[in-house]
């Protein structure tokens, strides 16, 4: 088994007449959290759309588990064990959170049919969740309606976990249950890539990091290097660690 488990190999993205991503290149390690830096409107959420198949690639090939996935549909990506969560977050407001929950369980018709144990851990990690379980997500507060949408990507066991800024208007200490809760994600072996903006946050949990700008990546190392490298930080994000 390849210690690899995504790689995204000079991808170049267009949106309409305009040209987002300049020659993409990622590697994902397996079982690891990997930090996906960069000032706003670097390319980072087109790199994670391009991924998951909702803005398809003009160059250049995205590679999971050592298959070519550059031209599935978005349904046949989330399929293969990849989970999205996006900045908007995606949650159906009109419906209840447990209804949330049970769409994103493809294995269950009945929330009695979602796996107890790993129902009951989630609801560890975001007590929310259980508290509100028959409330309409629209309901929740901004930091509730993130856990939703966390928890609803790992109701069921994912291959790849990708989020993009999960703690994005969060209160302190909801940030510092997120960040329990990637943590212990991670210790549970998922793969997890990040785009974040919170630099407390990626230090924390980050194992690697790839920092982009202007449509591709200019850095890729160790995160702990980056955080220890107070100069290397200004060159890349204009500010230290």
Do not use: C
């Amino acid at each position: 088994m390849s210690d690899i488990l995504l790689t995204v190999e000079d991808v170049h993205t267009h949106i309409g007449a305009y040209h987002i991503l300049h020659g993409v290149d990622l590697v994902v390690p397996r079982g690891k959290l990997t930090m996906l830096l960069g000032r706003n409107g670097a390319g980072k959420t087109t790199t994670l759309r391009s991924i998951m198949g909702l803005w398809h690639a003009n160059q250049g090939r995205i590679v999971f588990e050592q298959r070519d996935i550059t031209a599935l549909a978005t349904p046949e990506i989330a399929a293969l064990g990849i989970a999205y969560v996006p900045e908007t977050m995606g949650i159906f407001s009109d419906l209840s959170v447990k209804e949330n929950m049970l769409l994103a369980a493809r294995q269950a018709r009945r929330a009695s049919q979602i796996d107890q144990a790993r129902l009951q851990w989630i609801f560890s990690l975001f007590p929310a969740v259980e508290k509100f379980w028959n409330h309409p997500a629209g309901k929740l507060s901004g930091g509730q309606k993130q856990m939703l949408a966390v928890a609803r990507a790992i109701v069921e066991p994912r291959a790849l976990l990708i989020v993009d800024e999960p703690s994005k208007g969060l209160a302190p200490s909801i940030i510092n249950n997120m960040i329990d809760a990637f943590a212990q994600l991670k210790a549970t072996g998922t793969t997890i890539l990040l785009v974040e903006q919170n630099i407390s946050f990626a230090k924390r949990l980050g194992d690697s990091v790839a920092v982009m700008d202007n449509g591709k990546v200019v850095y890729a190392g160790a995160m702990q290097a980056l955080a220890e490298d107070e100069a290397l930080q200004r060159s890349l994000l204009g500010l230290a660690l």
